[in-house]
């Protein structure tokens, strides 16, 4: 049994940047937890804290209930795979394999046992004498991989292993990982900036930004009702298109939503129609992804919002058209600037950076976690991180298609598969997870 909990996790470097914000995390035994996000967004800071490597500035670890801060990391029964790979250039795969072995005392016979038992379940049972200097990218990967198992430890932490591989080897490493640790039953936390990596390989995401835990869920709840702005426009490919909207409420009857040129009507019988209804008169963010959109004729009536093609993307099995609708698109700026720690005297009532509320809640009273936080601004009208462009709306068409920029399109909406988030960037929903 493996279980990690993160309680209020917070690291704060010496020039005061903020690296990982009082994130709460849960890790369930035998659970695979990918942590996905840009990079410097503390994803592997939250790993190497895990290890022992760094030191939190406040909050607590605790391994299968115990608190870990005081243990060494060789103490803490936990495996690691970096991105390089890391081996020792002199020794050969067998040795590399074998060397956490050697140091616990093993004898030489069971150890060369548990080395062959390793390296054929990864595939390297044919290069064990051989250096690493003389693997392709792909074997010192499954060779990192094997020293970590063979000490059977009760946590895998593996920061961006597959990053430095070509497409196609990270795909079939992505199947033989996967694979591998639910054999086991060996609780794993991986880190990536790959979405794809995420919504394949997991069995929970947890998504980060600027060190602040943006949502967690299984890929189907991360994808399909993003609990942030943020998340909605990082998930998936074409990204979501992502209008303001104003929002006019006639009772009874149906929720307008005003793009500018064309409107959309959300049905009184919608069941979030009533959570929408609260924002008559104001601005929100409706998304929209390029599944939600089918090219239909001119004169359908309906749902349909109308436009002309901008420019085109072929991709051989798509192609993807991307309209001028006369609506304004609201973008998100994936990094934006870090937040530096000020010392201030606490009221206990803190507000989350813009458009990233944290959901987890708990302060600790430790003077580190009272670095101040600005008021929580509107994602329509902070030109900083958000900032508003002419809409350019993604849809997904046949390959090649007989249409040129310039080209008039129609496409009818599905609105049941709209996204709606308030101006901090928070979504708007009903017995929302």
């Known amino acids: 049994m493996s279980t990690v909990s993160l309680k209020d996790v917070t690291k704060v470097w010496p020039d005061g940047t903020i690296a990982v914000d009082h994130v709460n995390l849960d890790v369930d035994d035998g659970e695979f937890l ?9 994803k592997s800071t939250v790993l190497r804290m895990i290890a022992g490597l760094e030191d939190p500035s406040e909050g607590d670890i605790l391994l299968n209930g115990d608190p870990v801060l005081e243990l060494a990391p060789r103490d803490r029964s936990i495996a690691m795979v970096f991105q390089d790979f890391a081996l020792y250039p002199h020794m050969t795969v067998g040795d590399n394999i074998g060397f956490p072995l050697k140091l616990s005392g093993i004898e030489p016979v069971p150890r060369g046992e548990r080395i062959g038992d390793v390296a054929s379940a990864l595939g390297i049972g044919d290069v064990l004498r051989r250096k690493p200097s003389q693997l392709s990218g792909g074997q010192r990967q499954r060779v990192a991989m094997g020293r970590a198992i063979v000490r059977r430890p009760g946590l895998f932490l593996m920061d ?16 033989e990982i996967t694979s591998l640790t639910r054999e086991l039953g060996v609780t794993t936390m991986y ?14 995401v947890a998504i980060m930004r600027k060190g602040v835990l943006q949502d967690v869920g299984t890929p189907t709840e991360v994808y399909g009702r ?8 990082f998930l998936g490919a074409p990204r979501m298109n992502l209008l303001e909207a104003s929002v006019f409420v006639h009772l009874e009857r149906y929720i307008e939503l005003n793009f500018g040129e064309q409107a959309l009507y959300l049905p009184w019988n919608d069941l979030r129609a009533r959570a929408v209804s609260h924002y008559h008169g104001e601005r929100i963010v409706v998304g929209m992804r390029a599944e939600a959109l089918t090219p239909v004729a001119p004169d359908v009536p ?6 002309r093609i901008r420019h085109l993307e072929h991709h051989g099995h798509e192609s993807l058209a991307f309209l001028d609708i006369g609506a304004t698109a609201i973008v998100i700026d994936e990094m934006g600037g870090r ?6 005297p606490t009221n206990g009532a803190f507000k989350r950076i813009g458009g990233a509320l944290q959901r987890l809640t708990g302060r600790s009273n430790g003077s580190v976690a009272q670095h101040r936080r600005p008021e929580r601004q509107s994602v329509l009208n902070d030109p900083g991180r ?5 809409a350019e709306l993604g849809v997904r068409l046949a390959p090649y298609p007989p249409v040129t920029s ?23 929903d009903v017995g929302w997870r």
């Open 34 to 42: 990918v942590l996905l996000g840009p990079s410097g967004c503390g």
């Open 160 to 175: 961006e292993p597959l990053s430095n591989l070509d497409s196609g080897l990270r795909a079939e490493l992505r199947t």
């Open 191 to 204: 880190v990536t900036h790959d979405q794809a990596e995420a919504l394949t390989m997991a069995d929970r």
């Open 226 to 233: 993003p609990a942030t702005l943020y998340v909605a426009a």
């Open 302 to 307: 309906g749902d349909v919002l109308r436009g």
């Open 339 to 344: 937040e530096r720690s000020e010392v201030t």
């Open 386 to 390: 958000h900032h508003r462009r002419p």
């Open 406 to 428: 310039g080209h008039p399109l129609s496409v009818a909406v599905r609105m049941d598969a709209l996204h709606f988030f308030d101006e901090r960037g928070d979504r708007i």
